[in-house]
């Protein structure tokens, strides 16, 4: 069975500080995985996705993700955190060839001055 | 182009009502799919409609029926709400749910509570 593990449900930051946010995926085929992020009261948008064509992959709003097979990892980064990144954001995964989204449970992300 | 709509945005239900909840979508997507999300839980799969005509359950259907009206609309209806449908719930559609680079893209929700 496929997987995605959100470590910490709530991670808080320094405005100008570095963002990681760690996501852990279970999954017997090579994944594609997907950051999403949700703002309050909002759907999700998608940040960035992984689909093989490269382990570090580069997203909207400064954010960059690194596939890492051997520690089955896609933590989410970006450099200098802005107030307006608080949101909430979620991996999730999906086996190639296969119609499902599996989410992780979220990680809430708060920036304070 | 306005994406994926949701309709209506907030609504309160007694236990026993029913009620449809509507999604529309206009980016011509083959694929369209209804989640559930709970706190600490994450998005869950009620039911998915991998092209027009089709559906299919994912991991959470019970207590729930899907109609795919056409290739932009899918509706969810809960015949009797109860209040562990009490959630925040997302409709998104994709252009092709099987191609190895699909993304889902997500309407802005619907918050129903059940009393």
């Known amino acids: 069975a496929q997987s995605v593990t959100q470590l910490g449900s709530h991670v808080s930051v320094s405005e100008g500080a570095l963002v990681l946010l760690r996501c852990n995926y279970s999954s017997s085929v090579p994944p594609y995985l997907f950051w999403y992020v949700q703002y309050p009261n909002q759907g999700l948008q998608l940040l960035l996705k992984y689909t093989s064509a490269a382990t570090l992959v580069k997203g909207i709003n400064g954010f960059e993700a690194e596939f890492k097979k051997s520690e089955t990892s896609f933590h989410l980064t970006k450099p200098s955190a802005h107030m307006s990144d608080a949101a909430e954001y979620f991996c999730?995964?999906?086996?190639?060839?296969?119609?499902?989204?599996?989410f992780g449970t979220g990680t809430q992300l708060k920036v304070e001055l | 182009n306005a994406g994926v709509t949701q309709t209506p945005k907030f609504q309160v239900l007694k236990t026993g009502q029913s009620m449809t909840l509507q999604c529309a979508q206009d980016m011509n997507h083959n694929s369209m799919y209804w989640y559930r999300q709970d706190p600490g839980m994450g998005l869950r799969l009620i039911y998915y409609s991998a092209s027009e005509g089709t559906t299919d359950k994912g991991e959470v259907p019970n207590g729930y029926n899907v109609s795919r009206l056409n290739k932009r609309e899918f509706s969810l209806r809960l015949e009797s709400a109860a209040p562990s449908q009490t959630s925040v719930y997302f409709c998104a559609s994709s252009e092709v749910a099987g191609a190895l680079t699909d993304t889902q893209y997500f309407g802005p929700g619907t918050r129903l509570t059940v009393l």
């Open positions: 999730a995964l999906k086996r190639g060839g296969g119609n499902k989204l599996t």
